[in-house]
């Protein structure tokens, strides 16, 4: 039987020679109920008594991106643009499919060839990638059946890839001073952005967006809105930060704090350039964001605590931090040197043995 609960009401909603018949039964109190109402609606329409419900067409999935998704992500997310590209991959590989024609069976096949075919470049396709691109299809999904044009989304049936980007690399005190040396000349004007995503744990589009009215030297603090988290914070400034936005406020002519010279507004780009200089510096498999990992490490080796790192780094959760938090060598060096240093004090704790305690 074509009946389900939904909100505290039973439908009935099933497909007869591809028209589709679905109506709330408010009166129905039981899924026996529902069920009788359901039957007695088949049996009106086989016998062409059921004239109420008119045949209501289903949209393409292109059709429903286009129109109907798309302009709402526009208005409502700021990952439209990523929306945007992510929906020509849908559009292209269920092309002509109605929103009722996709099912379990084709979405299982979807994930499974991209995430065993090629990228443009000729890499392997990240599970991560595949993933983002089943939560888009399962968010167009949802919204058409918020729009009551299938009664199910498929996509909640289908497990995401297994991720295994725990990425653990962060800079290490020699590479520092290697990256700091080449980044003079034509790469000058990585350098503060380099200090401050160290000394602050800022992300790269922050740091783009950072503007001088956001940056208070009275309070020695830096404003951080509009992120990713959608959470504004308040990020202190060190010596090394304030140092380096004091000498770029000099030869400020602009809102923004990083200005490219090509266009004179913010920055927007600096992958090119730091591959570059990392490369110069002989620093491999490192990446801009990974000053970020360098942040959150060095703040749990100076002794910062979890709450702590999670507010300047600007995480929802602290789960979230403990990505961005490596021991390193040295800090777990200290910490085991500890235990040898326990056990040789005179005031330590004496454990004793209930053997013990009972000839004591």
């Not at 109506?23 to 008594?49: S, Y």
């Not at 001088?212 to 010596?239: A, H, L, Q």
């Not at 000498?247 to 004179?264: H, I, L, N, Y």
Request: net charge positive; proline share 2%; charged share 30%.
């Amino acid at each position: 039987m074509a009946v389900r609960k939904r909100g505290g009401v039973w439908y009935y909603d099933f497909m007869i020679r591809l028209v589709r018949y679905r109506e709330a039964i408010p009166e129905a109190r039981t899924k026996w109920q529902a069920e009788q109402v359901e039957t007695q609606v088949r049996q009106a329409i086989f016998e062409g008594r059921y004239c109420k419900l008119q045949q209501k067409r289903v949209p393409t999935l292109k059709e429903f991106i286009e129109e109907t998704f798309l302009p709402w992500s526009k208005a409502n997310k700021r990952s439209y643009q990523s929306d945007s590209w992510r929906s020509k991959v849908l559009i292209n590989w269920f092309d002509g499919k109605r929103l009722d024609e996709i099912t379990l069976f084709m979405i299982e096949k979807f994930k499974k060839e991209r995430r065993e075919g090629k990228t443009r470049r000729g890499k392997v396709r990240s599970p991560a990638s595949v993933n983002r691109e089943i939560e888009l299809l399962s968010r167009v999904l949802t919204m058409a059946v918020d729009h009551e044009l299938i009664g199910a989304n498929p996509c909640r049936k289908v497990r995401k890839l297994r991720l295994d980007n725990q990425r653990i690399r962060y800079l290490l005190p020699e590479e520092e001073e290697r990256l700091m040396g080449v980044l003079t000349g034509r790469k000058a004007h990585l350098r503060p952005l380099v200090i401050l995503a160290i000394n602050t744990g800022m992300r790269r589009g922050e740091l783009f967006n950072l503007t001088w009215e956001k940056v208070d030297f009275s309070r020695n603090v830096i404003y951080v809105t509009n992120t990713k988290s959608g959470r504004d914070r308040v990020v202190p400034m060190n010596r090394p930060v304030r140092e380096e936005l004091l000498r770029v406020s000099g030869q400020a002519d602009c809102e923004f704090v990083f200005v490219s010279k090509r266009t004179g507004l913010n920055l927007t780009e600096i992958k090119k350039g730091f591959n570059a200089a990392c490369r110069e510096a002989e620093i491999q498999n490192f990446k801009f964001h990974d000053l970020r990992h360098t942040a959150g490490t060095r703040l749990a080796d100076a002794g910062a605590d979890a709450f702590t790192i999670k507010e300047i780094l600007g995480h929802s959760s602290i789960q979230t931090s403990a990505r961005y938090v490596h021991a390193t060598h040295e800090g777990k060096r200290r910490a085991v040197e500890a235990l040898a240093s326990y056990s040789s004090r005179k005031d330590c704790l004496k454990i004793v043995t209930n053997e013990e305690r009972r000839f004591g």
